[in-house]
């Protein structure tokens, strides 16, 4: 089965990414880099009780690196840090092609999977997730995916 790397809903988030926005008020915060495209990202979070209770993200690149931003930010809000990592690893199978998309888990998100036919592409779809992981940790340096 051949996937289209460039499905509608990829299209709309990278034109219109969601929550893409500086926060003032966030409690963490990590920058990304991929220097293999070129994609840049800032990812903001607001963590209250160990709950995302908010997360924004500012940023330049490509399709496939906004379109996962945006969509990682609108499947992160009210979620545990146990389940966000959970959900980077299972976003993480599916890009590089080790497991098929568990879209109970993933929902929309399980779009990406046709990124494991693009390995050059794999980097760019997990910029934000990376990101995601050293803010939840408090990792200081930025992050490159090199
Ligand atoms: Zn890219």
């Given at each position: 089965m051949v996937h289209d790397l460039y499905q509608e809903i990829i299209l709309d988030h990278s034109k219109r990414p969601r929550n893409c926005h500086s926060m003032d008020d966030a409690t963490r915060q990590a920058d990304g880099y991929n220097p293999l495209c070129g994609d840049k990202l800032k990812l903001y979070?607001?963590?209250e009780d160990d709950i995302v209770k908010d997360v924004?993200?500012?940023g330049s690149g490509c399709a496939i690196s906004?379109?996962?931003a945006s969509m990682m930010t609108q499947a992160?809000?009210?979620k545990?840090?146990?389940e966000a990592e959970g959900l980077?690893?299972?976003f993480h199978s599916i890009v590089t092609g080790?497991?098929?998309a568990n879209t109970q888990v993933l929902g929309k998100l399980a779009v990406f999977s046709g990124v494991s036919e693009f390995p050059v592409r794999v980097k760019c779809?997990?910029?934000a997730w990376h990101a995601l992981h050293a803010a939840l940790h408090g990792q200081e340096q930025p992050v490159s995916t090199e």
């Open positions: 979070l607001k963590m924004s993200f500012v906004k379109a996962s992160l809000k009210g545990r840090t146990e980077f690893e299972e080790k497991r098929a779809a997990t910029l």
